[in-house]
């Protein structure tokens, strides 16, 4: 089984608190719509729609972004939580909230859904074991286990 640190939100703790009463963990990346089914250029596509939308609601010119860059960082990300995440793999969550000083722990207990009135509808049900554990507790678990600081989402633990 894999280890994975997926984190809850791109605010200070504000998707952890929902991830963590009700149980699925969730990423948004500007993707509308279900990708279940879909090939890897498809879901290229409709990142890039939606990333293109964003920018264009937030008054961004993307000609001056690094629009196919972002783009590729996003996708990996994407496939990686809804292809290569399995059932029984595990999620390190550091809580935000805590200023990392507090991380949940637990397993994915199911395959992707999209979920679409969900501010990160793209969803994977969890199997939560532990939500307050520290990271010196986390290392014991896991030895190869070290806070990320490249801001990516989702990103597997290599042992």
């Known amino acids: 089984m894999a280890v994975w640190i997926i984190l ?3 605010g200070p703790g504000n998707a952890e608190r929902e991830f963590l009463a009700t149980g699925p963990i969730g990423i948004g990346f500007y993707i509308e719509g279900d990708i279940r089914g879909l090939s890897r250029e498809r879901v290229r ?15 961004i010119d993307a000609r001056v972004w690094r629009l196919q860059g972002t783009v590729t960082w996003f996708l990996h990300q994407v496939l ?8 029984g793999d ?3 969550m550091p809580r935000k909230a805590s200023g990392g000083r507090r991380i949940a722990h637990d397993t994915v207990a199911g395959r ?3 979920t679409p009135r969900a501010r990160y509808p ?3 049900r969890i199997n939560w074991i532990d939500q307050d ?9 896991y030895p190869f286990y070290e806070p990320q600081s ?7 633990i290599e042992r």
């Not at 939606?50 to 008054?59: A, I, N, S």
């Not at 990686?80 to 059932?87: A, L, P, Q």
């Not at 490249?150 to 597997?156: A, C, G, L, Q």
Request: charged residues 30%.
């Open 8 to 10: 809850g939100g791109n």
């Open 45 to 59: 596509l409709r990142t890039q729609a939606g990333y293109l939308r964003y920018l264009r609601d937030e008054g």
């Open 80 to 87: 990686n939580f809804r292809d290569t995440v399995r059932i």
């Open 90 to 92: 595990t999620i390190i």
């Open 112 to 114: 992707y859904r999209f």
């Open 122 to 124: 793209h969803r994977r």
């Open 133 to 141: 554990l520290r990271p010196h507790e986390i290392a014991t678990l």
């Open 150 to 156: 490249d801001n990516r989402t989702v990103i597997r």
